[in-house]
């Protein structure tokens, strides 16, 4: 992962009262990309340090970056109440207000592309074009074992479930995660609405996903019931190392300057 000294955030006041930090990087003449990361990751850790914001300012691009809630330097509720799809889509548009932005394009990863499937559906015209990684049809956190992840949190008692220890363990990784929120996150999302074909934004859409990743089938598919949807798969990836490709990011870079 490459080093790069991380920018200063700035707090942006969501509806329902939590504080988002925010990321500001290149000419705010120049049009803008809203980066959104990934569960358990964060505005440096998905896009700051991995070259993306390097890259897209390079090409001309004003970047505005989000840590969702429960993630990075934002508030981290425990509440489940307090993650929903509808939340985090608010967030974004939230600020986009902020920022005074009417227009932009998006690039999310993982929970961030999920949440760039509805945010494309609900604010419209402010989002011009999408660039979707790591994004399946259906829930691909259905399987995390809630009680288990509790009680491996609050007893240490073994996490037997592959899925759930790997999220864990993944979350565990990045300093300054938030455990307890982490895991109300996945609870408040369950059973909230999922992409699918029925529901496919109209936004030129360009789904990137890694060759080693088990989702790679799905993404496809979804890619191609999406009326203006393409699709890119990342060499030699799989869902947690995609966004440090160089290919997918060239191959972003383009779909948007396109």
Not at 53 to 58: A, G
Not at 113 to 125: E, F, M, P, S
């Amino acid at each position: 992962m490459l080093q790069r000294t991380a920018p200063e955030h700035h707090f942006v006041l969501s509806p329902d009262g939590v504080q988002l930090a925010t990321y500001e990087m290149g000419n705010p003449e120049h049009p803008t990309v809203f980066v959104v990361h990934g569960f358990a990751s964060s505005v440096i850790a998905n896009w700051h340090a991995t070259g993306w914001t390097r890259d897209l300012t390079r090409a001309g691009f004003h970047v505005i970056g989000i840590d969702q809630r429960g993630h990075g330097a934002s508030d981290k509720p425990h509440s489940p109440d307090a993650y929903t799809m509808e939340l985090l889509v608010a967030d974004v548009e939230a600020v986009l207000d902020a920022y005074l932005l009417t227009e932009v394009r998006y690039v999310g990863y993982s929970l961030g592309a999920r949440v760039g499937w509805k945010a494309a559906r609900d604010l419209g015209d402010r989002i011009t074009q999408a660039v979707l990684g790591g994004i399946p049809d259906g829930d691909p956190l259905k399987r995390f074992q809630i009680a288990d992840a509790r009680a491996h949190l609050e007893h240490g008692a073994a996490v037997t479930d592959r899925l759930t220890g790997t999220y864990l363990e993944m979350a565990k990784s990045l300093p300054g995660n938030d455990l307890k929120a982490l895991v109300a996150l996945v609870e408040g999302m369950r059973d909230g609405p999922q992409p699918g074909a029925a529901n496919a934004p109209g936004q030129p859409l360009l789904f990137a996903t890694g060759s080693e990743d088990s989702i790679l089938g799905a993404s496809r598919a979804l890619a191609e019931a999406t009326p203006n949807g393409s699709f890119f798969e990342i060499p030699g990836r799989n869902h947690f190392n995609a966004p440090t490709s160089r290919h997918f990011r060239e191959a972003a870079r383009a779909f948007l300057k396109a």
